[in-house]
T-cell receptor
Framework: GQQVMQIPQYQHVQEGEDFTTYCNSSTTLSNIQWYKQRPGGHPVFLIQ?????EVKKQKRLTFQFGEAKKNSSLHITATQTTDVGTYFCVYNQGGKLIFGQGTELSVKP | DGGITQSPKYLFRKEGQNVTLSCEQN?????MYWYRQDPGQGLRLIYY???????QKGDIAEGYSVSREKKESFPLTVTSAQKNPTAFYLC?????????????FGPGTRLTVL
């Protein structure tokens, strides 16, 4: 069946450094979403990507959907302590939303 | 205020007891979901419902049961058959339709079975 791998599992950065998490699928995805979960909190929707090669920006966050619609990435420029949390890629499988394993980001001030 | 509520935030139960977790939403969403999250892990889908009086098993439905008698409510029962029930349980909802995928999550219930 369709599987999505998210890497890395953990990332520790110094405040001000950049951060990237990658999501790779074995099959073509119709769309992909990204969520952020703060420590002790619940996931919050960030964005949805639908088109091949799509790039969307939200302030310091840049989201990309690959040309083949099999991979996606989230890049944060100049991380801040408020970026701490776990970032999940999520895809739709016939009405079910399947979460990747997540990348846990810690930021050292 | 519109949103999803889950209660209680923390729940303790003795082994062998069934327990029901509540999930209520006033967003008028058709679809509702239950996920389980273990420490350091992603979310795993337990059950989901796309319309009232209908629901489907997710990836880890064994030992759980649900009902969807009202659009606003999707309670989850953790039965004694669930071998490792201690976890963080998250409920979510979204409007119907495959093209709209933003899920809105409740604050979660941390269940500890002693």
């Amino acid at each position: 069946g369709q599987q999505v791998m998210q890497i890395p599992q953990y990332q520790h950065v110094q405040e001000g450094e950049d951060f990237t998490t990658y999501c790779n699928s074995s099959t073509t995805l119709s769309n992909i979403q990204w969520y952020k979960q703060r420590p002790g909190g619940h996931p919050v929707f960030l964005i949805q990507l639908v088109k091949s090669g799509e790039v969307k920006k939200q302030k310091r966050l840049t989201f990309q959907f690959g040309e083949a619609k099999k991979n996606s990435s989230l890049h944060i420029t100049a991380t801040q302590t408020t970026d701490v949390g776990t970032y999940f890629c999520v895809y739709n499988q016939g009405g079910k939303l399947i979460f990747g394993q997540g990348t846990e980001l810690s930021v050292k001030p | 205020d519109g949103g999803i509520t889950q209660s209680p935030k923390y729940l303790f139960r003795k082994e062998g007891q069934n327990v029901t977790l509540s999930c209520e939403q006033n967003l008028n969403h058709d679809a509702m979901y239950w996920y389980r999250q273990d420490p350091g892990q992603g979310l795993r889908l337990i059950y989901y419902s796309q319309i009232v009086n209908d629901f489907q098993k997710g990836d880890i439905a064994e030992g759980y049961s649900v009902s969807r008698e009202k659009k606003e409510s999707f309670p989850l029962t953790v039965t004694s058959a669930q071998k490792n029930p201690t976890a963080f349980y998250l409920c979510a909802s979204k409007p119907a339709g495959l093209s709209y995928n933003e899920q809105f999550f409740g604050p979660g219930t941390r269940l500890t079975v002693l």
